[in-house]
Nanobody, 121 residues
């Protein structure tokens, strides 16, 4: 079994900052990509930021220059530092990881439980 557990999020005024963290645990052999998605009310889930093993971070245009994704491969964790938050950043943020398990071939996508981020104007 594999679990992704998120922490962080909350309520902040526009211009403020929040930090999200996600830890993957279980029978993990390797992790390819780790990233963050968000879903605003009435909208589809969208990619916010992703970092692939050995690669550079990639960001949605709407968050470039404000959000920073970081990863600790030794601890199987990924974090998202969110600065200069705007009301349109409001939504549920989900951690996602492409995980290879011992005894299995390929990578499977796993999701965290979601963390609410609310930015007031």
């Amino acid at each position: 079994q594999v679990q992704l557990v998120e922490s962080g999020g909350g309520l902040v005024q526009a211009g403020g900052s929040l930090r999200l963290s996600c830890a993957a645990s279980g029978s993990i052999f390797s992790i390819d990509a780790m990233g963050w998605y968000r879903q605003a009310p009435g909208k589809q889930r969208e990619l916010v930021a992703v970092i692939i093993t050995g690669g550079s971070p990639s960001y949605a245009d709407s968050v470039k220059g404000r959000f920073t994704i970081s990863r600790d491969n030794a601890k199987n964790t990924v974090s998202l530092q969110m600065n200069s938050l705007k009301p349109e950043d409001t939504g549920v943020y989900y951690c996602q990881a492409q995980i290879g398990r011992s005894g299995y071939s390929g990578y499977v996508g796993y999701w965290g439980q979601g963390a609410q981020v609310t930015v007031s104007s």
